[in-house]
Structures are given as C-alpha cells and as structure tokens.
C-alpha cells in the first residue's frame, strides 16, 4: 500500500502564491507517477499535473500551465505543487495521487491523499 497526506492549502487572495506538499510512505516503489487533481462540489476530479517518480517528464492542465509547477525532492518523498498566480477559479479541493501509469486519468491512479481545501478570494 502506499499513503499520501497532502497539506499547504488554505485562503489566498486572487494573484498570491501556495505551495501544497504530498508526502508519501509504504510502497511507493511500486508506483511509477504522482499526480495533482482538483474537485469542486458537483464535479468530476480534474486533472492538474502529474510528475514521474524519477522527475524526468511532468505535465500540465492548460488552465495552470506558466502558473504552476510540480517538483519531487530528492529523497523522492514528497512531491510538491507550487501554485503561483492563483485565481477564484483555482478554488477546489486538491488531490494527490500515485499509480503505475503516467497518465492525466484520475481512474488510473490506484492511491490517494485525503485532499486540502485551498480557496482563493477575489
């Protein structure tokens, strides 16, 4: 099993900065990728960013490419989501996630954090 906790979210003004933490534990070995996701009440999971375990390919969701960035720390234990720029629309539920796959698809991903609520006012 691997486990995931997420933490740094909280409320921002339109235009300030967060950087939200996934800390990961168990057998993370037998994953292959980490992915961000976000949810609103009454939506599906949207797909944010997603980064492979040795850091050599990420990717982005249109709607924060040049405003966000995902990185994992050297001891490839935790995966961070630095989120600059931020807007109202980034308000939502974030998500972590670990799978075999490198893939933008929530159902692919096996494991998941519990969330953090990050909320931008206008």
Do not use: H
Not at 14 to 34: E, K, M, P, Q, W
Not at 104 to 117: I, L
């Amino acid at each position: 099993q691997v486990q995931l906790v997420e933490s740094g979210g909280g409320l921002v003004q339109a235009g300030g900065s967060l950087r939200l933490s996934c800390a990961a534990s168990g057998r993370t070995f037998s994953t292959y990728a980490v992915g961000w996701f976000r949810q609103t009440p009454g939506k599906e999971r949207e797909f944010v960013a997603r980064i492979t375990w040795s850091g050599g390919a990420t990717d982005y969701a249109d709607s924060v490419t040049g405003r966000f960035t995902i990185s994992i720390d050297n001891a490839k234990t935790t995966v961070y989501l630095q989120m600059n720029s931020l807007k109202p629309e980034d308000t939502a539920v974030y998500y972590c996630a670990a799978g075999q796959i490198f893939t933008a698809s929530a159902r692919a991903f096996p494991y998941w954090g519990q969330g953090t609520q990050v909320t931008v006012s206008s």
